[in-house]
């Protein structure tokens, strides 16, 4: 790969790219499957960073130390190549790193704890009209706040019964609150359709039952999810994981 596109990648990231700059990028992106794969790397280890540190004065300085190294190899139209390649291992071993401290840190028994909380996307995100009661559940469960988005994704899921992101998100704020069976009950609906979320169903229905220390049932549902789907790795290396 071009390593120029490392700075592309940074740049589009960022929010730094033109609208002209992002359409290209993002033809080429189509086309270019190393370009995709440098392209996640970096992602994952920015969300690494992002999701994995805990909010203290240690992430800050890092955060600030990342953006001053990110002003120097990327805010100049000449990029020095070795300076590129330099950053991008960094910020990757860096990551890989401080998530190997904290993730796996023997203090830290709970294995379901080492995966990021899901988020909710917006309406605009997702092409589709907006209601208050999804605002505020959105609002609630990106803070973590499950059992406040609760009700909102209850009248949601009254107001269409059938509406895979409202019941997948009211599952995992079951998980999120324990209350498993009800958890259980929203999730095996996605499971049973033909959704984007019928894998991430079947994780979620894995660790509910993980959480009641049953890992033969845990162990079933993780095996459940195929090698093609998006959540394959993580399932996989939640069962390596979770000792027998």
């Known amino acids: 790969m071009n390593e120029q596109d490392y700075v592309y990648i940074d740049q589009y990231l960022s929010g730094d790219m033109t609208p002209e700059e992002k359409a290209a990028f993002e033809q080429k992106l189509a086309s270019d499957p190393n370009l995709q794969a440098n392209l996640v790397e970096w992602q994952n280890a920015n969300d690494q960073l992002k999701k994995t540190l805990l909010p203290d004065e240690t992430r800050d ?29 960094s910020a990757i071993a860096t990551a890989a790193v401080i998530a190997s ?12 704890k080492r995966y990021p909380p899901v988020e ?24 973590s706040k499950y059992a406040e988005a609760l009700p909102y994704l209850n009248e949601e899921v009254q107001r269409n019964p059938k509406d895979a992101f409202s019941l997948y998100h009211r599952g995992v704020a079951y998980y999120q609150t324990a209350q498993y069976d009800l958890a259980r009950a929203d999730l095996l609906q996605i499971y049973n359709g033909e959704s984007l979320f019928k894998y991430e169903g079947a994780f979620y229905i894995g660790l509910s ?36």
């Open 209 to 244: 039952y993980y959480k009641q220390k049953d890992k033969k049932l845990c162990k079933e549902w993780l095996e459940k999810i195929p090698s093609t789907a998006a959540n394959y790795l993580k399932a996989q290396r939640f069962l390596k994981e979770m000792k027998p």
């Open 61 to 89: 300085h890092l955060r600030a130390k990342l953006e001053d190294h990110r002003a120097t190899y990327f805010a100049q139209e000449k990029v020095s190549v070795r300076g590129v390649r330099r950053m991008v291992y």
């Open 120 to 143: 909710m996307s917006s309406a605009t995100e997702r092409g589709v009209a907006s209601t208050t009661a999804m605002e505020k559940a959105q609002a609630y469960f990106n803070k």
């Open 101 to 112: 401290v904290l993730l796996f840190a023997p203090w830290n028994k709970d294995i379901t």
